[in-house]
């Protein structure tokens, strides 16, 4: 069994819809937990960074974290053709141990 | 603010070569960490350097190797290439505990 588990999708949707994608890990250390986006042919782009349980908004998007169940998402609002690409979920402990545990990631096409 | 920068942006080698791949930075940026990826896989750690001491290495064979300069520069070189290393070869900069900041990745294809 992987540390993280995402579901690779692909995930297809229209514009305007809102989109949930989500993540599930297996160690409680895990702390720092991140979402990234990846256009084809690009390196990964830090959308949301968060730390500890709970929720953290920008603008169209929402990252939630829920320790209990070692469960995290992304929820993207009103989304948009260009939100188009493979979402990574990443996490790290607060350890000597800096490396990233990844997710395999979530292709997403947004519909016009 | 220049991104980080990895040199070359695609490569292609013959199985039993080596490559050497390059990535700058973003200026004052101390951290650069390396990673494999691909479509099974994923993203895949490699090894991590701060102030070219290497903090930190993934399950990778010796034949995966890195380095750091004193400007943060880092390469990273793999030698005897086997078809299974033809992947995306990212690097990431980081500042303090902030999230990390890819460059777009050097495509490594392996005939």
């Known amino acids: 069994q992987k540390e993280v588990e995402q579901d690779p999708g692909p995930l297809s949707v229209p514009e305007g819809a809102i989109v949930s994608l989500n993540c599930t890990y297996s160690n409680s250390a895990f702390q720092y937990f991140m979402w990234y986006r990846q256009y084809s042919r690009k390196g990964p782009e830090l959308l949301m960074y968060t730390y500890s349980s709970g929720n953290k908004e920008d603008g169209r998007f929402t990252a939630q974290v829920d320790k209990s169940s070692k469960y995290i998402s992304l929820f993207i609002r009103d989304s948009q053709p260009s939100d188009s690409a493979t979402y990574l979920c990443?996490?790290?402990?607060?350890?000597?141990?800096?490396?990233?545990?990844w997710g395999l990631g979530t292709s997403l096409a947004v519909n016009p | 603010k220049a991104g980080v920068t990895q040199t070359p942006r695609y490569l292609i080698k013959t199985r039993g070569q080596q490559v050497t791949l390059s990535c700058s930075p973003i200026?004052?940026?101390?951290?650069v960490s390396w990673y494999q990826q691909t479509p099974g896989q994923g993203l895949q750690f490699l090894f991590e350097y701060f102030s070219e001491t290497q903090r930190n290495k993934g399950n990778f064979p010796g034949r995966f190797s890195g380095r750091q300069f004193s400007n943060s520069r880092s390469e990273m070189n793999v030698s005897t290439l086997e078809l299974g290393d033809s992947a995306l070869y990212l690097c990431?900069?980081?500042?303090?505990?902030?999230?990390?900041?890819f460059g777009s990745g050097t495509r490594l294809t392996v005939v």
């Open positions: 990431a900069s980081r500042s303090g505990e902030d999230g990390y900041t």
């Open positions: 200026s004052g940026h101390r951290s």
């Open positions: 990443a996490m790290k402990d607060a350890g000597n141990n800096r490396k990233l545990i």
